[in-house]
RNA sequence: CGGUGAGUGGCGCAGCUUGGUAGCGCACUUGGUUUGGGUCCAAGGGGUCGUAGGUUCAAAUCCUAUCUCACCGACCA
């Protein structure tokens, strides 16, 4: 490709809006327009790389045994009212009529459409099982589109669904396609982990998320440093391997004026955080006898919400009281409470439960005890894991300690069960003849998000660093001054004419522009690889080679020049 | 949906307080200059100042309504 006939589509700056690394460089780079809040369009360096993330995946999914199918974005409603979705999915459902007034939505994912096409096309077990995929639009309505292709609206996903006649069938499937993920982004050239997850709204016990280590990500995992543990800090379990000390002192209530956080009493009393814990209040279930729950933390901890609103009698998913519903309880404000003398009930962290003469608000505003202690002066609690991990913790598998870091969710796999086969009663006869009902499940990549956090993984002040595998190009020809050197215009023509000859996806920067421009655009598109045409080599008959990744330049003949090109991406 | 902020040429912004008929940088066009890391000079094209209404002799500027967008939060693959 010559860039007269192209559309670069660079830029010196980005948009104010664009936040994070991999918008600002798509932007810069000409990879993606935004036309509206969460939509994009893809030019055509994008476009070439999002092809790229799709083969691979592709490639990958037909190796497992998946087989390609395509599905429509626009749905009937009927199915998903038939899933109970209709109800269930929310206002990121988009929902549309169409000329008749009849009701659609826009696809947010198809587990309805094929578990409809499967119930029809398939009735006996010989059938099973059969893994159906496609890539393909999805459409989110979210409620705040952000990071630029990151989280938009209108998004490619790659999704396939497996069918099954039992969980161990499933199992097998789920196993092949975790493989099949660690080879994509294996292949990709991606820093990633598989990790433990919690199947959320869509469902099933068994559940992986796929991560790229991030520091933008949006999402926190955990994982050991000494094992392959790995778990989303959303439900990763935090032990607690301390022992309780005894009691040291008595209990003393003291003054503690204007210090309403747990920051405010360590200050004033000159102790860690750890000394302290902190008390929160939050709504109980409404089949429960109480009106309020009360969850103790070390100061230094912080609530998972999810662990806590697994626990019977309390409100799923978790509302925190406000302080005009924690007052009648209490008789204090925030800021003055804690466990003792508490009428209420109470559920206490691991981690706090192991505190010795801790320091809590005394629920009288403007006061705290402090040597306050477990069974003596608190009699009734219940113990339970309702924090979120931090590094340092043990890992939950014994082994080693728990590191956190950022990931941007790029996969999602699932063990749907018969969630969505029962709901519409998708099932085949099987050997004895009996109707039964199918084992599912859902396997999900955002192939669209994969190459906004391959850039996050792979940029320098420069620009983007495509790994080779994902490349626009794989070659950038970079002439100075063709059009005043007869030599360099020729010799580059040369070079490109043999690499486009050999298959090879070259960049030919044919532009009268100066020799930084040229430089300057081509790493910011992060082509890996760059032949650098220039007439002060032309005696010598040389040309120069440099690598986008490692900055590594070499002097190589012309008539060596392809050859070794074509040596340096296939290594 | 709550909080905050912003809408002025393709992008980044100034002008608004104190109304007087729109400007700067980048990008684009033309000519020249320069040519191994975003040269420099000159000339030029492009904007009903988000939209609607109001005040006024006069509105980008003041008032009202409305729409859109972004960031934080909530929510959510």
Known sequence: MRTTDYLLATQKESPAEAEIISHQLMIRAGLVRKLASGLYTWLPSGLRVLNKVAAIVRDEMNKAGAVEVSMPVVQPADLWQESGRWDDYGPELLRI??????????????????????????????????????????????????????????????????????????????????????????????????????????????????????DSGEDDIAFSNASDFAANVELAEAICTAGRPTASSDIELIDTPNAKTIADVATLLNVEATQCVKTLFVKASEESDDALVALVLRGDHQLNEIKASKIDGIASPLEMADEAEVKPVTSAGFGSLGPVNLNCRIIVDRSAAVVADFICGANIDEKHYINANWDRDVKTYQIEDIRDVIAGDPSPDGNGTIEIRKGIEVGHIFQLGDKYSKAMNCGVLTESGKHQVLQMGCYGIGVSRIVAAAIEQNHDKYGIIWPDTIAPFQVAIIPMNMHKSPRVAEAASKIYESLIALGVEVLFDDRKERPGVMFNDMELIGVPHSIIIGERNMDNQVVEYKNRQTGDKTTVSIDEIVAFTVDKIGA
Not at 127 to 149: A, H, M, S
């Open 97 to 214: 009529k169409d000329r008749h007034e009849r009701d659609f939505v826009l696809g947010p994912t198809h587990e309805e459409v094929i578990t409809s096409l499967v119930n029809n096309e398939v009735s006996s077990y010989k059938q099973l099982p059969l893994n159906l995929y496609q890539i393909q639009t999805k459409f989110r309505d979210e409620v705040r589109p952000r990071f630029g292709i990151m989280r938009s609206r209108e998004f490619i996903m790659k999704d396939a669904y497996s069918f099954h006649l039992d969980t161990e069938s499933l199992e097998t499937t789920y196993q092949r396609m975790h493989k099949a993920y660690c080879n994509i982004f294996d292949r990709i050239g991606l820093e990633y982990r598989p990790v433990v997850a919690d199947s959320g709204s869509i469902g099933g016990a068994v559940s992986h998320e796929f991560h790229v280590l991030a």
